[in-house]
């Protein structure tokens, strides 16, 4: 008798659909240690970015930052491109006025993309030595940590087609960029 019901339940078992795999996702990074810098003119000055980002979600916790060679006297300003972290998951956009961020993961097998960008309030006033970058303009958070929420959590293939199909955020034609 068990033999045959299990027999009758099977077509039910067949054409039910099985519920989507959920992961849980990321919703905010936490930032610290926000600050830009950019060199005066000159043959020694590095202008550079750099902040750590952490995912309580993840566990990841990594270093952020980019810096431009000596003597640029380049801002370290560049809205058309995402640059790595020291974990390689996870990726940074600076614009000047924002932050965008990215961070990959696995779901089921699936790989993921976390993103999400802020606004950013800065102080900014002019340094010069014994700052270790040399003479130039240093810009910094107000607040010690601030976090930035995820607007979107999608497949890493999603992403990119997203990205190719919107022009990226803010504004500009975003492409991955390894660290001048």
Known sequence: MLPLLLLSLLPLALTTPLAPLSCPTPSSFLVSGFNAFTAAPGPTGISAISFT???SLTNVRTLCQRELSPGSGR???DPDHFYNCANSQVQFLYSGSGLALTEEFVCGGDEE??????TLSLDCYSV???????????C??????????????????????L??????????????????
Request: hydrophobic fraction near 30%; aromatic fraction near 8%; charge should be negative.
């Open 53 to 55: 980002l952490y995912d």
């Open 75 to 77: 801002s370290p300003v």
């Open 113 to 118: 993309l976390a993103a999400g960008n802020s």
């Open 128 to 138: 010069e030595p014994p700052y270790p970058l040399g003479n130039g303009t240093l």
């Open 140 to 161: 910094e958070t107000p607040f010690a940590q601030f976090g930035v929420p995820v607007s979107s959590v999608t497949t890493k293939d999603g992403m990119e087609k």
């Open 163 to 180: 990205r190719e199909s919107t022009g990226g955020w803010l504004g500009g034609k975003h492409r991955m960029h390894t660290q001048m």
